[in-house]
């Protein structure tokens, strides 16, 4: 069956820490996947996307995702995590021209300042 | 340039009242698009996608529907409102890039 899993449910940071998100996906063909962020309230906003090729893939707001394709891991990463960070970020996985994603249960993140 | 409209932002009806939520698109033709739902610690989950005007698949049963009269609209409707209703709905355009999402409606039901 296909599913993604996000193990943890809630994560809080020191600003300035760095930061790792943990994804871990079933899927029977080559994936599709993706990084969104939820800030309360709002809808979701795409932070980076995994099709092909190089599997360290860059994202916006200095976000960074790595495909391993051996554990089935998409985990999302931060160097130095900023108190505007602060949201729900979700991963979400989907096979070539379905356009049908499916999403994780969520990981609401908590900076410190 | 495209965009995704969802209104309204937020909703208060009374069990047993009818629903009706908005979506629209701007800046592209035939787009796929998709209702989810999203309840507390739940994640998002798919209620219905379509591909083309009054092509409408349910993903689970419930007490929802959804139209699509024209081809950037997309309507989320119900006829008597549940308690279990209240969530936050967002509206999805699905694309080559992933997902663009409406800004959601939060919907509580009393």
């Known amino acids: 069956a296909q599913s993604v899993t996000q193990p943890d449910i809630h994560i809080t940071v020191s600003e300035g820490a760095s930061l790792e998100l943990r994804c871990n996906y079933s899927y029977g063909a080559t994936p599709y996947l993706f990084w969104y962020v939820q800030s309360p309230g709002q809808g979701l906003q795409l932070l980076l996307k995994y099709f092909s090729g190089d599997t360290l893939v860059q994202g916006i707001k200095g976000f960074e995702a790595e495909f391993k394709r051996s554990q089935s891991s998409f985990n999302l990463r931060k160097p130095s995590v900023h108190w505007s960070d602060a949201a729900e970020y979700f991963c979400a996985v989907g096979a070539r021209g379905t356009y049908k994603y499916i999403f994780g249960t969520g990981t609401r993140l908590k900076v410190l300042a | 340039s495209q965009t995704i409209h969802q209104w309204p932002a937020t909703l208060v009806q009374p069990v047993g009242s009818p629903l009706s939520l908005e979506c629209t698109v701007e800046g592209t033709s035939n787009p796929n698009l998709y209702w989810y739902r999203q309840a507390a610690g739940r994640g998002l989950q798919l209620l219905f996608y379509?591909?083309?005007?009054?092509?409408i698949s349910s993903e689970v049963p419930q007490n929802l529907s959804a139209s699509r009269p024209q081809d950037r609209q997309f309507i989320l409707s119900s006829k008597k409102l549940l308690l279990s209703d209240s969530g936050f709905y967002l509206c999805?355009?699905?694309?080559?890039?992933?997902?663009?999402f409406g800004s959601g409606t939060r919907l509580t039901v009393v």
């Open positions: 999805a355009w699905g694309h080559l890039g992933g997902y663009t």
């Open positions: 379509s591909v083309g005007i009054g092509q």
